[in-house]
């Protein structure tokens, strides 16, 4: 059972279908312009539009990185702990570096439950989570912080994406990622 959920075609949907070699030596049909060589500080360069690096980290939208600041467990036991998550949806993980990996996540809740609680330990091994950002450097600790800011008095009927958005722009602007929890009315779980 647990072998079919952590099966992996396609990198969740994320890569482009297989091509034959014929299909390959032709080309690719993108609309994005024509990738121009260039040099940057004497080395050679390739340029690439705005909207290409967007595109291609969209499928990458839920994801996050675990950082190992001292060793890291197998790929295997990572890919376990995470499955004993319950999570809802599918999810991946890759390697990145000896002390980092990348967890793919489908879906809003899983990443905002995940990214919420910050750190676990994976087979006696600490683990820090991170967002992941086209620009993450995996060297540098990374900015972004999850918060989880309170209501206690506010009237259910009041839990909308209007209204909330106002009250979260009056002290910190607020992540995206995080009014799903707020409109399902559910604080994120903690793994013990």
């Known amino acids: 059972m647990a072998s079919t959920r952590l ?3 396609g990198f969740l949907k994320g890569a482009a279908a297989p091509l034959s070699f014929k299909d390959a030596l032709a080309g690719s049909s993108s ?6 060589v260039s040099s940057h500080r004497g080395l050679p360069a390739l340029l690439i539009s705005e909207e290409e690096i967007r595109s291609l980290a969209a499928p990458f939208d839920f994801s996050l990185v675990g950082r190992f600041p001292g060793r890291r467990p197998l790929v ?3 890919q376990n702990f995470c499955f004993n998550l ?3 949806g599918e999810f991946s993980v890759t390697v990145l570096n000896h002390l980092n990996v990348l967890i793919k996540l489908v879906n809003d809740f899983d990443y905002c439950c995940m990214f919420s609680h ?18 993450l450097d995996v060297e540098v600790e990374s900015p972004i912080v999850p ?18 958005s106002g009250l979260g722009s009056l002290s910190v602007n ?6 799903p929890l707020l409109w399902a009315l559910v604080r994120p779980w903690r793994v013990s």
Do not use: G, M, Q
Request: aromatic residues 16%; glycine residues 0%.
């Open 7 to 9: 099966r992996d075609p």
């Open 31 to 36: 609309t994005f312009p024509e990738l121009c």
């Open 76 to 78: 295997d036991a990572i």
């Open 86 to 88: 319950k999570l809802i």
């Open 118 to 135: 910050r750190s676990y330990f994976v087979k006696n091994c600490f683990k820090k989570v991170v967002k992941w950002s086209p620009n």
């Open 147 to 164: 918060i989880w800011v309170s209501f206690p008095l506010l009237r259910p009927h009041l839990f909308s994406p209007r209204i909330l």
């Open 174 to 179: 607020l992540s995206s990622r995080i009014w």
